[in-house]
């Protein structure tokens, strides 16, 4: 798992919006965006979840075409979702103290992933209706 | 679990957008938006559904730093996600006519929440493309 | 579950976009939107791993008040979403080779379903910042 919000909060600054939306997406079938409290106990937590829910040692459909072994990987990716869409307000995305972006590598190998972040921004300097 | 359909509807109407799109998000990590048929025996049968996959009894690594008894919530969070776009059409949510948008509190004692509504219009009368 | 990538990544023909975000949106309470690698095995390991997480034969509140027996399709909706936002990108929806965006039809009796779709374009031909 990593954490997005510092380089997605540089990407809104560098864009100047102070309020608006911001859409955080992965490119690729086997890794997901999502927010959490990014500390320790839950960085373990979420796989374990997706494990228990999703057991990579059971047998899937998409195996018996593609041995590769990571059918799990594919339907914990879709039950996350590839994208999360949240609110810019003062200029930085509108979560909680706490609670960050992600990017969860849902893959049995490394993979290089591409992100795409698209900052919608008001033009005025109203707040968000 | 809160129904926000009438809340967000008037804010669009305040607007005065007729087509476009909506996001309302949840600031904070232990509760969660979505849609659902708003009535009572599903409002049972979420939190019941999360309860199950989530167990609040199961001890989670997010506890061993911090005690709160809250993992659960977290991770059911993340599950359903802190926010959901849909369509404008016609001045208003293009929902079923018994589906909600809901706030749902996941966490483990009184809350209070901010939701932040944005509503971006089509300049044009035209239909969605 | 049906395929829509081929007709979104038309839409975005017709509108012109080269650049931004789409959001697909379901009308209704027992459908969902998501992306999958569109493939045989997965498009039988999606709706399976969401009968075993969310079991038809199980009892739900839902069906006390409605008696119509598809208590699981809801939770399974509310679950998956009904409506993903993906990034445009060159004049298409930024996704994997072999990644679509998907309806999955979670009712148990045939349903018309209306999607809704809309492109936000970029004014300039920057990519996405």
Same mark, same amino acid.
């Given at each position: 798992?990593?954490?997005?919000?510092?380089?997605?909060?540089?990407?809104?600054? /560098? #864009? =100047?919006?102070?309020?608006?939306?911001? $859409?955080?997406? %992965?490119?690729?079938?086997?890794?997901?965006?999502?927010?959490?409290? @990014?500390?320790?106990?839950? *960085?373990?937590?979420?796989?374990?979840?997706?494990?228990? +829910?999703?057991?990579?040692?059971? #047998?899937?459909?998409? &195996? /018996?075409?593609? !041995?590769? =072994? $990571?059918? !799990?990987? !594919?339907? *914990?990716?879709?039950?996350?979702?590839? #994208?999360?869409? +949240?609110?810019? #307000?003062?200029?930085?995305?509108? %979560?909680?103290?706490?609670?960050?972006? @992600? +990017?969860? &590598?849902?893959?049995?190998?490394?993979?290089?992933? &591409?992100?795409?972040?698209?900052?919608?921004? &008001?033009?005025?300097?109203?707040?968000?209706?």
């Amino acid at each position: 798992m990593h954490g997005l919000t510092s380089r997605t909060d540089s990407i809104i600054v /560098q #864009s =100047g919006a102070r309020t608006g939306v911001e $859409n955080v997406s %992965v490119v690729g079938s086997t890794a997901a965006i999502g927010t959490v409290e @990014f500390e320790p106990g839950l *960085k373990r937590d979420l796989p374990d979840m997706l494990d228990r +829910l999703i057991p990579p040692s059971q #047998s899937y459909g998409h &195996e /018996q075409a593609w !041995h590769d =072994g $990571n059918g !799990h990987s !594919h339907l *914990k990716a879709t039950l996350i979702g590839p #994208s999360v869409t +949240l609110s810019v #307000s003062e200029g930085e995305m509108a %979560v909680g103290t706490w609670q960050q972006l @992600f +990017l969860i &590598e849902l893959d049995i190998k490394p993979r290089v992933r &591409e992100l795409i972040v698209t900052v919608q921004s &008001e033009k005025t300097d109203r707040d968000p209706i």
